[in-house]
């Protein structure tokens, strides 16, 4: 018969969520840490910090003390036996809960104190101010940048796979191909639950974010929600700035009620168990399973005697979707009222870095001791998707003392053989898994493939970033891209992958900048496809625009084309001004054939209708005045915005304007840069067509029909004699437009327009 008194309990918890007022530092994570364990004495009743024989301080990153276990020691004025920690990793509580269970229960330790924060949030809110967090303890190095290229090959780095947000992925997009799941299916898998550990954290006092977010918010993309790495945007993905810290203290049974704990605010601390997987992803079997977390989930519930249907609630580690959907596929059937998380989850909770899994069990003691719960499975996951540990919390003593499996023999034992990993390799491949990560804007900045080759081996190519169709294929979710072949090229000593041609979906399909659709009576309806930027025109949308006038220069099909927006407040927000500190980006973009956005100067023999709701302000207003009619929304905008940001509408709006609207009009339309009314506009026949905004684009499509069904090559050459009537000096005017847009670009007062508009302050002028 087991001896009830050497059983470990938690017996003191504390947490601190720090949301210090604008402007102001947060505190450090070493005071975080005070606050928590200041908090977990208290809930104790009082004295134990005194008593703590050994302290784990969970490794963290926001800043580089040259020894914070000391520094946590010394401020709490206690001596404990510090045990050695290395490293950043999800499952590292957990582990270090089991660790200190055990010693307890061996009599090898009497008071054990675990704690950690971290405080990304008040050091992104410093690094915005440019200046360092105040009074914050002084270190002799800087605080380290969150970057994984030190934690993974040569390889996975120079490919972009060095991140959690880019490695997390292949397993999410691998999983659901495995799975037999649409895009769609898989999403809606992922964003419902989700929604669930959003519902948990509304009702969580400690989480960062507490709005509750609905399945639909958290799968739709916003400006406020952007992606990330596909399928994930934001709301899917770990909140790393926040500044959160945690304490718990755990000792025997028999010390706890020897020194008056009230029995019922004991937590035993049952068995675990815990695997690592091989440490180079890229080494390992496959991406769509995961042996060491299914081996630590299933060996914790037979250890304890338990089945997933026993539990009563459960903290499933949620830096990203394909975790918990891993994990809870590995335990089987789980009772439907059952949450996945008890905090929140580490998109909504907040997610600091190591010590996450602190609060998961800080908050599964809470709920075990409110008697909403009697057993809860702990699972946390570190590194990338590397390891795995899992422990049960319970209101009622084990059946026998707790252990600590070490299941690493067992998991490399069963493990498959790992494929061998080319550095270098040409030739035919298959898509195992990919990534694309997107930029600030919602563009794709990176698109990476892992492939298999013909023998079995594995490696990396990247996809060219013009390769718009292939960016497409992987995100555009109507086919799975995972299994197509393609082949890998060495070109300047990267390699690149190439899909077959037969695969890869038509110029303008969905997940492309520029969307092409082809209605019946001969008419297209091209779509700006950059909502998240309101259209603005960068390199990238101006190639593909560039590219669907020649698709649609060629389809004798088409007769008529539609210029639309994806969104129906904007027609297009002109250029992006975040290219103009970028003369990289500038450069890439007046490189683009067509002129601006690929289309203003475009060598074009079919007729453009501009179907524009909302605003068309600067190069929006440009496109619509390049095309050859416009039907717009009765309440639209229009105006040239760009004397207020130091620069002018050097792209045919300073020369186009003054042609259809009067003279004096023009001038104040280009010397204010105030917008316009559609109505104004519509009387001076600018605008063709006036129209409710959700009958423009069918009412552009209506008028596109009545042009379509004459002679196409009649309404070629009237489109070759229009322009020439109406544009015969162009091309002097294009060039002395580009001339004086150019210089204004290099100036001081154009740096400080475009700076100004996007910090949302009225802008300096300096005149030079």
């Known amino acids: 018969m087991q001896n009830l008194d050497s059983l470990p309990v938690i017996i003191g918890v504390g947490d601190i969520t720090d949301r210090p007022e604008k402007g102001q530092s947060g505190h450090e994570p070493m005071r975080l840490i005070e606050q928590a364990a200041r908090l977990a004495d208290q809930d104790a009743g009082g004295g134990w910090l005194a008593k703590v024989d050994q302290l784990y301080v969970v490794p963290q990153l926001t800043w580089p003390y040259e020894d914070l276990p000391g520094l946590v020691s010394e401020t709490l004025g206690i001596k404990p036996m510090v045990i050695p920690t290395e490293g950043i990793s999800g499952d590292s509580p957990v582990r270090y809960l089991m660790q200190a269970a055990v010693a307890i229960a061996n009599g090898a330790t009497g008071t054990v104190m675990i704690c950690g924060a971290e405080a990304f949030g008040s050091v992104k809110a410093a690094a915005m101010q440019r200046k360092q967090p105040d009074g914050w303890t002084k270190v002799l190095k800087a605080a380290p940048m969150l970057d994984g290229s030190a934690y993974v090959t040569k390889l996975a780095a120079r490919y972009g796979l060095k991140d959690p947000t880019e490695v997390y992925t ?145 903290e499933i580690y949620s830096c990203f979707p394909c975790i918990p959907k891993l994990a809870l596929r590995a335990l089987g059937p789980v009772r439907n009222e059952v949450a996945p998380s008890v905090t929140g989850g580490l998109s909504f909770f907040g997610g600091p870095l190591g010590d996450f899994m602190s609060h998961a069990i800080t908050a599964m003691v809470r709920k075990l001791r409110a008697g909403d719960a009697n057993t809860g499975l702990l699972y946390g996951n570190g590194g990338y998707v590397t390891k795995h540990h899992a422990a049960v919390l319970a209101t009622r003593p084990p059946a026998k003392p707790p252990q600590d499996i070490d299941l690493q023999a067992e998991v490399d034992a069963a493990r498959g053989l790992a494929p061998a990993v080319l550095d270098s390799y040409e030739g035919p491949a298959t898509v195992e898994s990919y990534l694309v990560k997107y930029d600030g804007g919602g563009d794709p900045q990176l698109a990476t493939i892992v492939a298999r080759t013909p023998d079995g081996a594995r490696t990396v190519a990247a996809i060219p970033a013009g390769d718009l169709r292939a960016q497409a294929l992987l995100i555009e979710g109507s086919r799975e891209p995972i299994g197509l072949p393609g082949s890998i090229a060495l070109v300047d000593g990267q390699m690149r992958w190439s899909f077959e041609a037969a695969d890869l979906p038509p110029v303008g399909a969905p997940g492309s900048p520029v969307l092409l659709e082809r209605r019946d009576g001969y008419v297209a309806v091209v779509t700006l496809n950059r909502p998240l930027r309101m259209n603005a025109v960068n390199a990238r949308l101006a190639r593909a625009v560039a590219e669907i006038i020649k698709v649609t220069e060629a389809d004798p099909e088409i007769r008529v084309v539609v210029f639309a927006s994806s969104r129906p407040e904007v027609f297009c927000a002109g250029l992006d001004l975040s290219a103009m500190s970028n003369p990289r980006a500038l450069q890439e973009l007046m490189a683009v054939e067509g002129g601006f956005a690929g289309f203003v100067n475009a060598v074009r023999r079919k007729p453009w209708i501009a179907a524009v709701r909302g605003q068309a302000l600067g190069g929006g207003f440009e496109l619509a005045l390049a095309c050859e009619l416009i039907v717009a929304a009765d309440d639209s905008k229009f105006g040239l915005p760009e004397v207020k940001r130091g620069i002018i509408a050097a792209a045919g709006g300073v020369a186009r304007l003054p042609r259809v609207l009067p003279r004096n009009l023009a001038a104040q339309a280009i010397l204010t840069g105030e917008p316009m009314a559609a109505e104004l506009l519509h009387r001076h026949g600018v605008i063709n067509a006036l129209a409710p905004a959700d009958e423009v684009i069918e009412r552009a499509v209506e008028l596109a029909r009545s042009i379509a069904v004459n002679a196409p090559l009649a309404i070629g050459e009237s489109i070759k004699l229009l322009k020439s009537c109406i544009d015969e000096s162009d091309a002097e005017l294009s060039r002395l437009s580009m001339e004086a847009g150019g210089r204004l670009m290099m100036s001081a007062d154009a740096r400080e327009g475009g700076q100004a508009f996007m910090e949302k302050r009225a802008p300096v002028w300096k005149g030079k």
Request: hydrophobic share 45%; proline share 6%; charged share 20%.
């Open 170 to 314: 292949l397993y999410e997009n691998a999983t659901r191909a495995a799975w037999g799941k649409s895009a769609t299916e898989a999403q809606n898998e992922s964003a419902e639950l989700w929604a669930r550990y959003a519902e948990v954290a509304a009702d969580n006092p400690l989480a960062w974010d507490r709005k509750g977010h609905s399945a639909a918010e958290i799968a739709t993309p916003t400006s406020k929600n952007r992606p990330i790495s596909y399928p994930y945007p934001k709301r899917m993905v770990a909140q790393l700035f926040v500044n959160q810290g945690a304490a718990l203290i755990v000792t025997s049974r028999g010390a706890a009620l020897a020194a008056g704990v009230p029995e019922d605010k004991l937590i035993y601390v049952w068995s675990g168990a815990g695997a690592t997987d091989i440490d180079d992803f890229l080494s390992r079997p496959d991406f769509s399973s995961c042996l060491p977390m299914a081996t630590a989930l299933q060996r914790t519930l037979a250890v304890n005697g338990l089945q997933a249907s026993d539990l009563d609630a459960m």
